[in-house]
């Protein structure tokens, strides 16, 4: 009984480092996967995405069907709502945000990670009654500071750039309260199914909703006009930063609460950041690497706080 119990505390220690791992595999996607699709609508794109993971998942679907039947309808209507705000209308947001700005300029985009965490921290305490604790608010501003001064120094956010920054800042404010909300509600959804479910459903209802969506809008002939390239893109994709990604995020996810999730998941845009030193030379400044340290020591010592929550609430 002991053993057990210790394997389990260990598990729920991990949680938050799954979510930071998942959240990194997404800054990958953004600098280096998604940019190969830039051709291709948007809505199909995300269609694409959510349908060849949907079928990876399947064989795993059909084996536990019959877990299922335990769900309840406010279930079905929280994973309807996750694939409606996180699948479809947040990851078409933010596809669309770094295609207006050719994934060049990174601070609007990058601008979805500053505000999530304050949408989500309020989603969550509304609605998810989720206690949080003074040291929590004291680190998670800090994780939100440092993640402004990483990304855009001490400068404000140029908006006039002529290259249709403005639109794309919309767009990521869109896709910011969209997985925000997402995220409240994933863990609403996790309640009653394993987490290798919920991946599973979240793609699911994401395939349907982007087919109706691609239908609608015309945009299903442009399946022709996917190159060999594109399509091997799409498979890395499917198993690394999306359907993998997903997978590890809501494992953690599980185990942790919203509130903590949504600060872990600050490791985006410090994986950005860094891809585009290292990929495309753009260097940051003293102050930005000041930020982007004191955006890891605060989502660590989140992870810390979790974890003594757990431990607390063991005893």
């Known amino acids: 009984m002991k053993s057990d119990k210790n394997y389990s505390s260990t598990k729920n220690n991990l949680a938050p480092l799954f979510v930071i791992i998942a959240a990194s595999l997404w ?11 830039y051709s291709l609508p948007v809505p199909l794109v995300v269609f694409v995405e959510s349908t060849i993971v949907a079928i990876l998942l399947s064989p795993y679907f059909i084996k536990q069907m019959p877990s299922l039947k335990t769900l309840q309808r406010k279930d079905w209507l929280a994973f309807f709502l996750v694939a409606l705000l996180g699948g479809a209308l947040g990851t078409m947001a933010i596809t669309k945000a ?13 601008l979805l990670q ?58 990521a ?23 290798e479910m919920g991946t599973y459903l979240r793609f699911l209802f ?44 809501y494992y953690g996810l599980k185990r942790i609460t919203a509130s903590v999730a949504t600060i872990c998941e600050l490791a985006f845009p410090l994986t950005a950041v ?35 929550q757990n431990k607390n609430a063991g005893n």
Do not use: C, H
Not at 119 to 141: C, N, P, R, V
Not at 173 to 195: C, E, G, H, M, Q
Not at 235 to 242: H, V
Not at 291 to 303: D, E, F, N, R, T
């Open 98 to 110: 770094l295609f207006y700005v050719n994934f060049v300029n990174l601070s609007v985009v990058i």
């Open 206 to 249: 994401s395939a349907f909703i982007m087919l109706v969506l691609v239908v609608s809008l015309g945009d299903i002939g442009s399946i022709s006009e996917i190159t060999t390239k594109q399509v091997i893109v799409f498979i890395i994709i499917a198993f690394t930063t999306g359907g993998a990604a997903i997978f590890l995020y």
């Open 274 to 308: 860094l891809l585009e030193y290292f990929l495309r030379g753009n260097i940051l400044n003293v102050v930005q690497w000041i930020g982007a340290g004191v955006l890891m020591v605060s989502i660590l010592k989140v992870s810390v706080t979790q974890n003594q």
């Open 173 to 195: 404010l869109i896709a910011a309260l969209a997985f925000s909300s997402s995220t409240v509600l994933s863990k609403r959804a996790l309640k009653n199914v394993s987490f």
């Open 27 to 37: 800054g990958v996607d953004g600098i280096v996967l998604r940019p190969v699709l």
């Open 114 to 171: 500053k505000l999530q965490p304050v949408f989500a921290i309020t989603l969550a305490a509304i609605f998810l009654k989720e206690a949080l604790s003074k040291q929590f608010f004291l680190w998670s501003g800090l994780a939100i500071t440092g993640a402004y001064f990483m990304t855009f120094g001490t400068q404000l956010p140029d908006f006039a750039t002529g290259d249709k920054t403005t639109i794309a800042a919309l767009f």
